[in-house]
Nanobody, 127 residues
Framework: QVQLVESGGGTVQPGGSLRLSCAAS????????MTWFRQAPGKEREAVSC???????EYSDSVAGRFTNYRGTSNSTVYLQMNSLNPEDTGVYYC?????????????????????WGQGTQVTVSS
C-alpha cells in the first residue's frame, strides 16, 4: 500500500524557517510530480508548489521567492523549504501526487484527481 508521510512541521516565529518532508513508501517519487498544499483553519485547502519529475518547480504567488520545493537524493522524499515565514503561512501542510510525471495544468486551483495524500503536518507561525 502506498503511503505518503509528511513531517517537519512545528511552531516558529515570524521570519523563521522550517523544512517539511514528504516521504513515500512503495512509490518511487522521482518518477512523479508532487504537489504541496496547505489548509488554514476555516479555509479551503490551497496548493502552494508543484515539482515535476524533471525537478522543474512552480509556486503560488503567496510563497514564490520564500519556499523551495526539491527532491532528496533518495527516490522517496520530497522537501519543502520554507523561509521568511509569516502568520498567514499557518496551516496543515499536505503532499499529494496523481502519479503523473508533470504537474496538473490547473494545479494551483484544484485539489481533485490526486491518488495519494499524506496525513498532513501542522505549521504554526506565531510570536
Amino acid at each position: 500500500q502506498v503511503q505518503l508521510v509528511e513531517s517537519g512541521g512545528g511552531t516558529v516565529q515570524p521570519g523563521g524557517s522550517l523544512r517539511l518532508s514528504c516521504a513515500a513508501s512503495r512509490l518511487p517519487l522521482n518518477f512523479f510530480a508532487m504537489t504541496w498544499f496547505r489548509q488554514a483553519p476555516g479555509k479551503e485547502r490551497e496548493a502552494v508548489s508543484c515539482i515535476y519529475y524533471s525537478n522543474d518547480t512552480e509556486y503560488s504567488d503567496s510563497v514564490a521567492g520564500r519556499f523551495t520545493n526539491y527532491r532528496g537524493t533518495s527516490n522517496s522524499t520530497v522537501y519543502l523549504q520554507m523561509n521568511s515565514l509569516n502568520p498567514e503561512d499557518t496551516g496543515v501542510y499536505y503532499c499529494a501526487t496523481d502519479r503523473r510525471p508533470v504537474c496538473k495544468w490547473n494545479w494551483k486551483i484544484t485539489t481533485s484527481g490526486y491518488d495519494h495524500w499524506g496525513q498532513g503536518t501542522q505549521v504554526t507561525v506565531s510570536s
